[in-house]
């Protein structure tokens, strides 16, 4: 059998190659890997606009680089990385290191303009006359959502390099000559395509429903609202920003977690943890604090339900399990490997008084032994103690924000827990931010104070309002969720309270950061491809 099979194989190899002399076989028009997808029903598109939420967890996921959550944490203010660092995160910590050829900015760079042409490509085709077969409406909400990602793509880009390469079309074939645009040009098509998105966007209880309900998953005119708010403050305009959260918050539409709520509520713990419990983070579950959440699915349950294989859990938690007598388990978050901790000023610092985002159930400081074996019976149920390197990865306090456990991966390789990328108590925080930046010092207390009050912490003053208040208040609410670089590099503060509140750790102590950092390196690759024209590298790179 194997005879023939050989034989025929060689029959069709000639055949083609007596059939590649003939002109005939030549007719059909050959496409490049860059000719864009034509898109002309409503299938096509819709199909293409759920890629673009695909493609928006690998931004999140890369789990060949494990340290990959670290690059936006470890360096600054909020936390350090440990002896078990993996790699990617070294150069934003030890800043020296950070050169053009990073990885990290890399990825960076191509996630982000991935998602550019991405876009592009619906825009192209829901704008072209020929499609007939959406009506106009139906045309106005694939053209907002595909600009809403557009957006989100750029200001993740101008955020990190300033001006960029501003593309407005799908790519058909090869470019060499990109030249960086102005900042101010990149941020005015940022706000058009935001301000068309919440234009034409469905509020959020009139997005589109499946067989499960309402796909709250799916982009709404809130979230756009948001990232313009963040957009008017980084380009200044702290007016607009004031404009667009306050919309948020008196729409009505979104409350704070005051209450237990979901599938934790008879075990123990606080309504501010219920929020990032897995099975309660989406508008679905009882989150009415959800503006977007990247929705991620168990891949044994869901083919494809993530992508890559998420590393947060294991960045984020502490490796308890390597202590004698300790166990993997449920209530401590599940495996992970403490590939960073909090800074000593998040942890010894940052929180005041009864502050229930500092409780034992938000950020976990101690640890007991839980393994029942007899040879543990002495120490079982006692505190850990807290002595030499254990504390930095072993038992280092932690957030749970990612803690979960899969019963089907005890290993604990992926993290199966959904991205809550918006929600109302940031909102809070941008609208006090861009009150301050006005002067509305009394305004933005009252309105920090709504958080604060959520929390059960100390009210505040106008005399206490100041950016790095907000920025104080921002990591004791948003800790472990919001990307702290470039919060900090957005607000222009990055070298400022690295330095000033974390510069001294005695295992990853931060080293060599200047002001240049306030932008990453354009990525020397694409400087060196780009041999028509002059892409021109971030000043000290």
């Known amino acids: 059998m194997k005879k023939y099979s050989i034989i025929i194989a060689s029959l069709i190899l000639l055949f083609f ?15 490049s890997s860059y000719t864009p997808l034509t898109l002309t029903d409503s299938l096509g598109f819709e199909a293409s606009l759920i890629g673009l939420y695909n493609h928006t967890s690998t931004i999140f996921s890369w789990s060949d680089q494990q340290g990959w959550p ?3 944490q470890v360096g600054t203010d909020v936390a350090n990385a440990t002896n078990n660092q993996q790699g990617v995160e070294i150069p934003y910590y030890n800043y020296a290191t950070l050169t053009p050829t990073d990885g990290g900015s890399a990825r960076t760079w191509n996630r982000n303009y991935i998602m550019v042409n991405l876009t592009n490509i619906i825009i192209d085709g829901i704008e072209n006359p020929s499609v007939t077969s959406i009506s106009a409406k139906g045309k106005s909400l694939v053209n907002a959502e595909a600009k809403f990602f557009r957006a989100y793509a750029y200001n993740n880009l101008a955020t990190c390099y300033g001006g960029v390469p501003l593309i407005l079309r799908a790519l058909s074939g090869p470019k060499t000559d990109f030249v960086r645009a102005p900042l101010a040009d990149v941020n005015n098509q940022i706000v058009n395509d935001l301000i068309y998105a919440s234009t034409n966007l469905p509020d959020i209880e009139s997005v589109k429903t499946n067989a499960k309900g309402k796909m709250y998953g799916r982009a709404n005119k809130f979230m756009a609202m948001q990232l313009l708010a963040e957009v008017y403050l980084r380009m200044g305009k702290p007016d607009l920003a004031e404009q667009q959260a306050q919309a948020i918050i008196s729409s009505g539409k979104f409350s704070l977690i005051k209450a237990r709520y979901g599938v934790k509520t008879g075990q123990a713990g606080d309504y501010y943890s219920d929020m990032f419990q897995y099975g309660n983070q989406r508008r679905s579950q009882g989150n009415t604090e959800a503006i977007w959440v990247l929705e991620q699915e168990n891949p044994t349950s869901v083919v494809g339900g993530i992508t890559d294989n998420p590393q947060q859990r294991r960045v984020w938690g502490a490796a308890y399990y390597n202590i004698a007598g300790m166990s993997i388990a449920d209530s401590l978050g599940g495996r992970s490997i403490g590939r960073l901790r909090l800074s000593n000023w998040v942890l010894y610092g940052l929180y005041k008084g009864n502050d229930i985002r500092n409780s034992k159930y938000n950020i976990r400081r101690r640890y007991y032994y839980n393994n029942p074996a007899a040879q543990y019976a002495s120490i079982y149920g006692k505190q850990v103690p807290f002595t030499g390197p254990d504390t930095l990865i072993n038992i280092c306090p932690s957030t749970t924000k990612w803690g979960a456990f899969d019963p089907n991966d005890s290993f604990g390789y992926a993290m199966i827990k959904d991205f809550i990328l918006m929600r109302l108590g940031e909102t809070y925080l941008l609208l ?17 104070n709504v958080l604060r009050t959520r929390a059960g912490a100390d009210q505040v003053t106008a005399a206490q309002m100041t950016k790095d208040f907000i920025l104080d208040e921002r990591v004791r609410e948003l800790i472990g969720e919001e990307n702290r670089r470039m919060t900090l590099m957005r607000t222009g503060t990055l070298v400022e309270r690295a330095l000033r509140l974390n510069a001294n750790d005695a295992v990853k102590p931060i080293t060599g950061l200047t002001t240049k950092n306030l932008l990453l390196p354009i990525p020397l690759t694409e400087i060196q491809l780009n041999k028509d024209a002059v892409l021109t590298q971030n000043p000290g790179y």
């Open 17 to 31: 190659t007596l059939s590649s002399c003939k002109k005939a076989f030549l007719d059909e028009k050959p496409f």
């Open 70 to 72: 670290s690059v936006w």
């Open 432 to 448: 006090a931010e861009a009150q301050v930046a006005q002067g509305k010092t009394g305004d933005a207390a009252t309105t920090i």
